[in-house]
């Protein structure tokens, strides 16, 4: 079982930057993506980024242009860059492991995830 530890939250302004990162542990033979979810208050788990066979990159609308997503296999990490943040990205962040089936490419959804970290808090003031 791969597991997940994700870290870097915390509270800055509206404009700020933040990177979360995601330690990665045991086995990962079954996982074919790696990416982020996030929730704010009452709301559910939202796709923010991944990637997808370790080539092809995800990003959710909202956060387009502003944040990247990054792998290092070698090292066991992936990090969340998170630039020009707004209220709108306050949420728990959650660092993810999925397989997900061919016929689903592209498809970031927690019915494929098979591993969650435990979450990182992000708030970001106006």
């Known amino acids: 079982q791969v597991q997940l530890v994700d870290s870097g939250g915390g509270s800055v302004q509206a404009g700020g930057s933040l990177r979360l990162s995601c330690a990665i542990s045991g086995s990962t033979n079954r996982i074919n993506a790696m990416g982020w979810f996030r929730q704010a208050p009452g709301k559910g788990r939202e796709g923010v980024a991944a990637?997808?066979?370790?080539?092809?990159?995800y990003y959710t609308d909202s956060v387009k242009g502003r944040f990247t997503i990054t792998q290092n296999v070698a090292q066991k990490t992936m990090t969340l860059q998170m630039n020009m943040l707004t209220p709108e990205d306050t949420a728990m962040y959650y660092c993810?492991?999925?397989?997900?089936?061919?016929?689903?490419?592209?498809?970031?959804?927690?019915?494929?995830?098979?591993?969650w970290g435990q979450g990182t808090q992000v708030t970001v003031s106006t």
């Open positions: 993810a492991a999925a397989r997900v089936p061919l016929s689903l490419g592209g498809s970031w959804e927690i019915t494929h995830v098979v591993s």
């Open positions: 990637i997808f066979g370790g080539r092809t990159t």
